[in-house]
């Protein structure tokens, strides 16, 4: 008889942007294909996953995507068998009577809440612990986390890998680059820009078309581009435009698969991103980068990117840090950032060894996908 795979539901509902379907369908996809699980992803927006997925029928209450069974979160819940696992994502609420189910269950699945990413302390406190119950059921916390005792990043296996060949081999660089449309004259160097609006971008695009070296700026379709109209004096801005001022070469990129996006990190040498998702893999590109926090209220965000830098920065220089730190904080406080530019410029070498040194560190933990599977080998 066939060995039954463990079933694993996972639920999402977008709340804005592409974070929350980014980081489920990554960690869905893994669970099936490097640790064998069956696994369900229910989701409330699917025009939202169509970006990162293009091949999604919208329309579809089930389909099967890379060996995931994708379910439209319909507003009107069906009657649903619960599964073993069952993970709900950044607190979302599940369906009552699918609470009822996993009750129903001869013995209760494993529910966690997968929470949102932070480098603050108090994670490693927290990760793992029960949280509330519904009836017999109970749930726990499960926090992603940069250090030991936390339930570590997404990674899918041999990634590092992947990307170290892909960033040593010129020639295959040059043609998925070419792919997008992207030439870039030789010697200039190549950022990504995805990020949320920001006031200010105008000084930063000032610097580079201002340098002496060549810049070639890549940005993703998306909230960023009202600054970049405003500074390049157009409108209409989309996919496929390339404007050139001065030393900066300025191109929008279509938004694009998730895998591409991560080649598209590897072959910058500094990526401006945000959020959650694209934070990490700016992580794992092993390059200098630029962190556009998620904003919060109360400015508690703010906490959030303090946390990490504090972790972050360990290991440089005095003046490396201070450079890196203050270009972060200016970025997330929307301020001018040319003078912290210029002079994170100066201490580029460390920088780029540093990238890669963090991403060797982090690489340690075990990855988040794997450290869900070994919580529940735990539990039973
Ligand atoms: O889209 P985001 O701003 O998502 C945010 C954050 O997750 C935030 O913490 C959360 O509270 C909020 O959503 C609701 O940024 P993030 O997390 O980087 O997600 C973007 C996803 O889009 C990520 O999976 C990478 C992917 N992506 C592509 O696949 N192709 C692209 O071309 C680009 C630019 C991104």
Redesign the pocket.
């Known amino acids: 008889m066939p060995e039954m795979k463990t079933r694993w539901d996972i639920f999402c509902t977008v ?6 379907i ?2 489920t369908w ?1 960690l869905a996809r893994q669970l099936v294909t490097e640790h064998g699980l069956a696994v369900r992803l229910w989701v409330d927006d699917l025009r939202a996953f169509e970006r ?1 997925c293009p091949e999604i029928d919208i329309d579809a209450v089930q389909q099967w995507q890379h060996d995931v069974d994708v379910r439209q979160w319909p507003a009107e819940w069906q009657p649903t068998e619960a599964a073993d696992v069952v993970i709900a994502a950044f607190a979302c609420q599940l369906p009552s009577a699918y609470m009822d189910a996993m009750v129903e269950r001869e013995k209760p699945p494993l529910w966690m809440n997968l929470d ?1 990413l932070s480098a603050e302390d108090w994670v490693i406190g927290c990760h793992g612990l029960p949280s509330v119950k519904y009836k017999s059921v109970q749930k726990f916390f499960f926090f992603p986390g940069f250090q030991k005792g936390t339930g570590g990043l997404l990674r899918e296996r041999g990634l590092l890998e992947r990307r170290r060949q892909f960033q040593q081999d010129l020639q295959a660089q040059r043609e998925f680059l070419q792919g997008m449309g992207i030439d870039p004259a030789p010697g200039a160097q190549l950022i990504s820009l ?1 990020a ?1 609006e920001n006031s200010g971008l105008a000084s930063w695009l000032d610097a580079m078309a201002g340098d002496s070296t060549a810049t070639h700026l890549l940005v ?1 379709e ?1 909230r960023i581009l009202g600054d970049v109209e405003r500074w390049l004096g157009v409108q209409g801005l989309a996919a496929g435009a390339v404007h050139v001022r001065d030393a900066l070469t300025v191109q929008v ?1 279509p ?4 895998d ?2 991560d080649r598209l990190l590897w072959c910058c040498d500094f990526n401006a ?7 990490v ?1 700016a992580q794992w590109a092993g390059r200098p980068f630029l962190w556009h926090i ?1 904003r919060q209220e109360e400015d508690i965000h703010l906490d959030k990117l303090e946390a990490f830098l504090e972790l972050y920065v360990k290991g440089l220089s005095a003046p490396a840090r201070e450079a890196i730190s203050g270009l972060w904080r200016a970025w997330n406080a929307g301020e001018k950032i040319a003078d912290h530019w210029q002079l994170t410029r100066k201490h580029w070498p460390e920088l780029e060894k540093h990238a890669e040194a963090w991403c060797q560190e982090q690489a340690l933990q075990a990855d988040l996908a794997t450290a869900l599977v070994q919580f529940y080998g735990n539990w039973i």
């Open positions: 709340v804005d942007n592409f974070g929350d980014g980081v990554r990162l949102y995805f949320y993703p998306g990129l938004f694009v698969r998730q591409q996006y991103v945000r959020g959650e998702d694209s934070f893999r998620y």
